[in-house]
């Protein structure tokens, strides 16, 4: 298995605009499960209903704002727990039951753009904010490497993702494939190595760290 890189599709992110089309927001975009997403059948199928109930969102504004306030330089993560595994293999999707969440913010945030931001993520995450259970203000820095795929988001001392290129050695089965698709709209896609993904506040009633899974997407947004 080659080494998987999200440079290419990067590089045509642009290009990929029609002309004139009004791009109200745009950044980075890195997720991360319990759960592997570039995986065999057999692998997913033995993790169903048992792992991949957690998940870790992060978004960085790079161009842009919502609902008439800026927000470029400011990120907001959102923090997932559900009562079965969630995602969507492409046919069909899980029934992950009840999910509960917990909103980070960027406590660079004004409180208008704080606003914004918790609008932006129930919007563009509206299946996973039902039940928000907690928002807080917290330190954020994510930094996409699509290159290396080298993806770092952390969230003062509550949530990070570190992650890393797929290579040769990440292939088990030799039947991998792109299994679960990102949890949100995202555009280029592709799958990473996360070295660590945890999340240790109270929001959730429940806290995990988990290493060394094929579990983590780098992607952009748009809108």
């Given at each position: ?166 290579g040769e050695h990440d292939c088990i089965c030799t039947n991998e494939m792109v299994y679960y698709k990102p949890l949100t709209d995202v555009h280029y896609a592709a799958p990473a190595y996360s070295v660590k993904q945890s999340y240790t506040g109270d929001g959730l009633n429940c806290r995990w760290s988990s290493e060394g899974s094929r579990s ?8």
């Open positions: 298995m080659r080494a998987i890189s999200g440079l290419t599709l990067l590089s045509v992110v642009f290009l990929a605009i029609p002309a004139g089309h009004a791009v109200e927001i745009r950044g980075q975009y890195l997720e991360s499960r319990t759960c592997d997403v570039y995986t065999g059948p057999c692998f997913a199928n033995g993790e169903m209903g048992l792992g991949g109930k957690e998940a870790v969102m992060a978004w960085k504004v790079d161009e842009g704002g919502w609902n008439g306030t800026s927000l470029e330089g400011l990120s907001v993560a959102l923090i997932v727990k559900a009562q079965k595994t969630l995602g969507n293999d492409g046919i069909f999707p899980m029934q992950a039951g009840r999910i509960d969440s917990v909103i980070l913010v960027d406590e660079a945030a004004s409180d208008l753009q704080q606003q914004a931001l918790i609008d932006f993520v129930k919007q563009t995450a509206s299946v996973y904010t039902q039940h928000v259970n907690h928002v807080e203000r917290v330190p954020l820095t994510l930094e996409n490497d699509h290159h290396n795929m080298e993806g770092v988001f952390k969230a003062g001392d509550l949530a990070q993702i570190q992650t890393r290129k797929l983590a997407f780098l992607a952009i947004f748009r809108k």
